[in-house]
């Protein structure tokens, strides 16, 4: 059974490899497990994530499985010219500034300048929630109020710079 935290990853891959899957959520998972154990394997990041209400399990860093889903969909594809589905990753945690800043414009700019060639595209976007408020302290109204606002900002941008008729999906990890 799918943990809420995990259905963002799910989605990730329903997306990216609709032709495998047929949005079929069983097969996402199948093919999620199969990711993690790979990177494990690999010696993979290990992160503690807690969904609302569960215990705290261990998984892979939004980070790791962002780019081996990348290279497995250039594996399975064959190349990037014969890619249906773009994809990009930012993790806003590298940023050498706040979220709010024009580095995060530049960012996301650039990632959907790579997505622009794709009629069907995913921007995944992670540790955005980490960078507002780091583990260990609360959230105040100023951090939810600057989150919002940002993400708010983030989508506005992605629907004003995108292909008119491409379908573009947002994802916050």
């Known amino acids: 059974m799918s943990l809420p935290h995990d259905l963002p990853a799910l989605h990730l891959l329903n997306t990216v490899f609709a032709g495998v899957t047929g949005q079929d959520l069983y097969l996402a998972e199948q093919l999620k497990a199969g990711i993690e154990q790979a990177l494990a394997e690999q010696g993979g990041v ?3 994530t ?7 399990v261990t998984g892979v860093s939004p980070a790791a ?4 889903v990348q290279a497995l969909q250039r594996k399975f ?3 990037e010219d014969d890619m249906r589905h773009g ?11 706040t979220p709010d800043s024009l580095w995060t414009r530049e960012q996301v700019l650039a990632a959907l300048k790579r997505l622009s060639p794709y009629q069907e595209a995913t921007l995944l976007i992670t ?6 408020c780091p583990p260990g302290r609360r959230w105040t109204e ?7 606002e940002v993400l708010d900002f983030l989508a506005a941008l992605a ?8 379908q573009l999906t947002l994802m916050f990890l």
């Open 46 to 48: 290990v992160v503690n």
């Open 50 to 56: 807690a969904a609302a209400g569960a215990a705290a």
């Open 65 to 68: 499985f962002a780019a081996a």
């Open 77 to 79: 594809i064959g190349g």
């Open 87 to 97: 994809f990009a990753h930012w993790d806003a945690a590298q940023s050498p500034a």
């Open 127 to 132: 540790n955005l929630h980490a960078t507002f």
């Open 142 to 148: 100023r951090r939810r109020t600057a989150y919002r």
């Open 159 to 166: 629907l004003a710079r995108k292909r008119e008729r491409a």
